[in-house]
Nanobody
Framework: QVQLVESGGGSVQAGGSLRLSCAAS????????MGWFRQAPGKEREFVSA????????YYKDSVKGRFTISRNNAKNTVYLEMNNLKPEDTAVYYC?????????????????WGQGTQVTVSS
């Protein structure tokens, strides 16, 4: 069982930055692939970024490449999403998720555990 708690969301102007954190409980955190997803009002949840258990495999949604950086600290049971040059279209609730294969994946199907979400609002 893995429990996930996101933090770091907030309101910023376009061009600003935020750093999301996702703290996980459980000693097995280092075995899980981790992902970030987001859901804007009236839209379906979408993939943002994922990282494998070792950090060796990293994936990004095309529209965030070069602006967002995912990382993890297995000693601290935490995964991060550094978001720079934020745009109004990045506005959404951001969720972190854990999947047991450890490889990280862009599809939400394998993710077994989800956090409660943190709101990110970017104004123009």
């Amino acid at each position: 069982q893995v429990q996930l708690v996101e933090s770091g969301g907030g309101s910023v102007q376009a061009g600003g930055s935020l750093r999301l954190s996702c703290a996980a409980s459980g000693r097995a955190f280092r075995n899980y692939g981790m992902g970030w997803f987001r859901q804007a009002p009236g839209k379906e949840r979408e993939f943002v970024s994922a990282i494998s258990w070792s950090g060796g495999n990293i994936y990004y949604k095309d529209s965030v490449k070069g602006r967002f950086t995912i990382s993890r600290n297995n000693a601290k049971n935490t995964v991060y999403l550094e978001m720079n040059n934020l745009k109004p279209e990045d506005t959404a609730v951001y969720y972190c998720a854990a999947e047991p294969t450890g490889w990280g994946t862009t599809s939400d199907g394998p993710y077994a555990y989800w956090g409660q979400g943190t709101q990110v609002t970017v104004s123009s």
